[in-house]
C-alpha cells in the first residue's frame, strides 16, 4: 500500500458544519448507503471539493473511509491534495497492471484512504465500465465502511452515469446561479435512467 502526506487547508468553521450536516443526512438514510457517487452537471461547480470534505468528514466518525477519484480525464485532485510522487492509480488497476492494494493510498489523515486516478486514458468510459471496476467496488464494500467516488460533470460524459449505476446512491452538485434548470434536470433524468437513487443535491457556492 502507498503512504501519502496530505496538503492541508483550514477550511471555514461554516463550512465544516455544512459538511458535517450532509454526512449527518446520509446516515439517515441507512447503513446499506454506503458507495456513493458525487458528480455535477458542469465542470468547476465544486464536486471534487464537496466529496473529498465529505469522505474527510466521515473518516472523522472513526469510519474507515475509502475516496476514489474516479475523474480519469481530467482530474483535479492530484495536484490539491498529495505531496509526493503516486506512483500508482486507479487506471493501472483497471487495465490490469496492479492489484487494488497496490493503488490505495494510506493517509495521514485517521481513517481516510485514497486511489486517485492515475494518468489520463484513451479510454476512460470502457474502463469505468468494465468487470475491474465492479469487482473493485464489492472488495470495498467489505473492507470499509464508506466509499465516496468523485466523478466528472454528467453533463459533458457518460462516466458519471456509468459510476453511478454500480453505487447505493450519488449526490449531485449544483453551483448556485451557475446551471439552468433544464439542465440540471437533464442531469437527473440520465441519474435515473442509469438506475441510480439520488440522495440528493448540493448547492454550492451559494451567497
Do not use: W
Not at 466529496?51 to 474516479?70: C, R
Not at 489523515?109 to 479510454?123: D, T
Not at 453511478?164 to 451557475?178: F, Q, R, S, W
Not at 440528493?200 to 457556492?205: I, S
Request: net charge neutral; hydrophobic share 40%.
Amino acid at each position: 500500500m502507498q503512504k501519502i502526506e496530505l496538503k492541508r487547508k483550514e477550511t471555514e468553521a461554516e463550512l465544516t458544519e455544512a459538511y458535517k450536516r450532509l454526512r449527518t443526512n446520509i446516515e439517515f438514510m441507512g447503513e446499506q448507503v454506503k458507495v456513493i457517487a458525487v458528480t455535477s452537471c458542469e465542470p468547476h461547480e465544486g464536486k471534487s471539493t464537496v466529496s473529498f470534505e465529505l469522505a474527510s468528514a466521515f473518516a472523522q466518525t472513526g469510519k474507515k473511509v475509502l475516496f476514489v477519484d474516479g475523474d480519469l480525464r481530467q482530474s483535479e485532485l492530484l495536484q490539491r491534495h498529495q505531496k509526493g510522487k503516486i506512483r500508482f492509480g486507479l487506471v493501472h488497476y483497471l487495465i490490469g497492471k496492479y492489484s487494488v492494494e497496490e493503488v490505495v493510498c494510506e493517509t495521514d489523515s485517521k481513517n481516510l484512504f485514497m486511489i486517485f486516478a492515475g494518468p489520463v486514458p484513451p479510454n476512460p468510459t470502457e474502463l469505468l465500465g468494465n468487470h475491474r471496476f465492479a469487482e473493485m467496488l464489492a472488495k470495498a464494500r467489505e473492507k470499509y465502511d464508506v466509499v465516496i467516488i468523485d466523478t466528472p460533470p454528467l453533463g459533458s460524459v457518460i462516466d458519471a452515469a456509468i459510476v453511478a449505476g454500480k453505487c447505493d446512491g450519488a449526490i449531485l452538485v449544483i453551483a448556485d446561479g451557475e446551471v439552468r434548470y433544464p439542465l440540471a434536470q437533464k442531469i437527473k433524468e440520465q441519474l435515473e435512467k442509469a438506475g441510480t437513487r439520488i440522495l440528493g443535491c448540493v448547492l454550492n457556492k451559494a451567497g
